[in-house]
């Protein structure tokens, strides 16, 4: 018997369980992935359940992506430059944390849309967004960068490469990526982030946020393409399980787990 567990908070909204319990039953697998809803205070003590082998891996959601990575003994490279672990795993000894989340967005994008010569805006500056950027590199001079704190956003436009713009004078793009957690809060559920004038001139909204949102509501009566968030944290999964087991995921499960199909 094995545990996994997404740790992160909130989590009433997260897949993860179904995703992966589906998985583990098609390849019958005597695994459990179970939600572990902690505040900051509880992450040491959930890491060290890790190395005890209390638990064989974790996923980490919002928003421990990057507070989890000073609890880790290794960095696989692709998390160090983007800053932020979304899968936790023991391995030669060692603790280790590694990024699913930015080759999970590319494939989701990438299967929607080419990419070349197309003006890309991500609004956003936390793990998410960064996985974003690292993903879109080699499409850095199209990328733009906004974020509600400003510093925040410039710090990482620079870091990146990419233009940082005030999110309240916002360039015309083709694809406009909301990589906050604005409408996880109820305080922000309603705030659409950018104009209706403004989103007009977009071809693909990409909501890293799952379920409907109001830019995604919006997107979708002006008739805006849309990609779904859960596309995202299938192509994450797929990776993330393959890391956790050694073994190949059963995409067409896990898809149609979460209402998906591949
Ligand atoms: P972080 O907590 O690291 O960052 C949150 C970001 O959201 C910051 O840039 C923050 O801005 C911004 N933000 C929060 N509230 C508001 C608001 N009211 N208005 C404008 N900006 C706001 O979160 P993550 O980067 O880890 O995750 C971001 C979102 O992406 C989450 O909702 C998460 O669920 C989703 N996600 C989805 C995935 C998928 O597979 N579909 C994978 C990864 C993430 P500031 O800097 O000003 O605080």
């Known amino acids: 018997m094995k545990f ?6 909130p989590l009433e909204h997260s897949l993860s369980p179904t995703l992966f319990n589906a998985a583990f039953k098609a390849l019958d697998l005597d695994y459990t992935y179970t939600k572990e809803d902690i505040g900051l205070s509880e992450l040491k003590l959930i890491l060290e ?15 421990y992506k990057e507070e989890v990575i000073q609890y880790l ?4 490279p692709e998390a160090k430059i983007i800053g932020a672990v979304n899968t ?7 603790v280790k944390g590694e990024n699913t989340d930015w080759q999970g967005f590319k494939d989701a994008l990438v ?3 080419n990419l070349e010569n197309k003006k890309i805006l991500i609004y956003g500056a936390g793990g998410a967004a960064r996985a974003c950027l690292y993903a879109l590199k080699e499409f850095k001079d199209n ?3 906004t974020n509600r704190t400003e510093a925040k956003g410039m710090r990482l436009s620079e870091e990146f490469g990419v233009t940082f713009v005030n999110k309240d004078k916002l360039p015309d793009v083709d694809v406009f990526i909301n990589a906050t957690s604005a409408s996880l809060n109820p305080k922000s559920r309603n705030e659409l982030l950018v104009s209706e004038d403004q989103l007009k001139k977009v071809s693909i909204v990409f909501d890293l946020v799952y379920g409907e949102t109001l830019l995604t509501k919006t997107a979708n009566t002006l008739g805006i393409k849309t990609i779904d968030a859960k596309e995202m944290l299938l192509y994450q999964a797929i990776k993330q399980f393959e890391i956790f087991t050694g073994k190949e995921a059963p995409i067409e499960v896990m898809a149609k787990s979460i209402g998906l199909s591949h």
């Open 143 to 145: 990328v733009f960068l």
């Open 49 to 63: 359940k890790v190395r005890s082998g209390e638990y064989s891996g974790l996923s980490v959601t919002v928003p």
């Open 111 to 113: 299967k929607h849309t």
């Open 73 to 76: 003994d290794e960095l696989i």
């Open 4 to 9: 996994f567990a997404v740790v992160g908070h």
């Open 88 to 94: 936790v795993y023991f391995s030669e000894g060692k």
